[in-house]
């Protein structure tokens, strides 16, 4: 784990990226409009809290410099954090709401959650999403048009297998609510995540039958990646996706090997 190339600032859900020599980038063009380029990564190293990668061709301060003024326009964080929006003037409105019973003999006290969804103050669906965990259990809350989206980590916390007394892991698929209908029941995905507005239309990955893509506007492109880094809670949340107004940036794997990706709109 040498050389310093490139320095990413992250914080626990955006990113600031800093570049710090040449090279040309391996795009292509997918259908949709949006345009997918990748970089191949021989590793990811930390310095504190800051995270560096090194490319196998070139250097990372060309490859972030190429989509520097659409990468550093940022979604707000208060637009995916907010738990209140509007809709043809009226008020949808989330909260979480928690419910603690003592466990069994090999685990501790359990924390099922729910999010409880509310149209002008009236319930409106309840979404149940597991139990506590260090990962947040909501990771997006959008208005579209007509439709309101609602990004959640379904945790479950299983016995470790390491044989430590009341040690757990916490496992975690990701889910989008579209109008309180879940993606994943709707589409058959294993898992959905990463929803934004991108250059003014709905966008998300998805996961199923083993198969990565990403969905944009209605309409579904298979990917070429075996994983795609999301969910991260801590200091890894450095990997997860970095959303801004025209394009989403990303860690992702083809078995073992490591790529930074760029989705968007680069014109």
Same mark, same amino acid.
């Given at each position: 784990m040498l050389a310093l190339v490139v320095v990413l600032l992250f914080s626990a859900c955006s990113a600031i990226f800093v570049p710090l020599e040449d090279t040309t980038p391996t795009a292509e063009i997918v259908p949709g409009t949006l345009e997918l380029v990748e970089f191949e990564i021989q590793r990811l190293q930390w310095k504190g809290e800051i995270l560096s990668m090194v490319p196998v061709e070139g250097t990372a301060e060309e490859i972030l410099a190429s989509h520097e003024a659409q990468r550093s326009n940022l979604i707000p964080r208060a637009v995916y954090a907010t738990n209140n929006i509007r809709i043809a003037g009226d008020e949808i409105s989330y909260r979480i709401h928690e419910t603690i019973a003592q466990g069994d003999s090999n685990l501790p006290a359990r924390s099922s959650l729910e999010v409880l969804i509310h149209k002008n103050g009236e319930l409106l669906v309840s979404i149940p999403i597991g139990t506590s965990s260090p990962i947040s259990p909501v990771w997006g809350f959008w208005a579209y048009q007509d439709a309101w989206f609602l990004e959640v980590a379904y945790s479950e916390t299983i016995p470790s297998t390491d044989d430590i007394p009341n040690n757990v892991e916490v496992v975690s698929t990701g889910d989008i609510f579209e109008n309180g209908i879940s993606l994943n029941s709707e589409a058959g995905y294993e898992e959905s995540f990463g929803f934004q507005i991108l250059a003014g239309r709905p966008f998300y990955f998805?996961?199923?039958?083993? !198969?990565?893509? /990403? %969905? +944009?506007? #209605?309409?579904?492109f298979p990917l070429e990646y075996t994983r795609i880094d999301h969910?991260?809670?801590?200091?890894?949340?450095?990997?997860?996706?970095?959303?801004?107004?025209?394009? !989403?940036?990303? /860690? %992702? +794997?083809? #078995?073992?090997?490591?790529?930074?990706?760029?989705?968007?709109?680069?014109d």
């Open positions: 998805y996961k199923r039958a083993g !198969v990565l893509g /990403y %969905a +944009y506007d #209605g309409t579904e969910h991260n809670c801590c200091s890894g949340a450095a990997l997860n996706p970095v959303m801004a107004d025209n394009m !989403v940036a990303f /860690y %992702a +794997y083809k #078995g073992d090997v490591m790529y930074y990706a760029e989705i968007g709109v680069f």
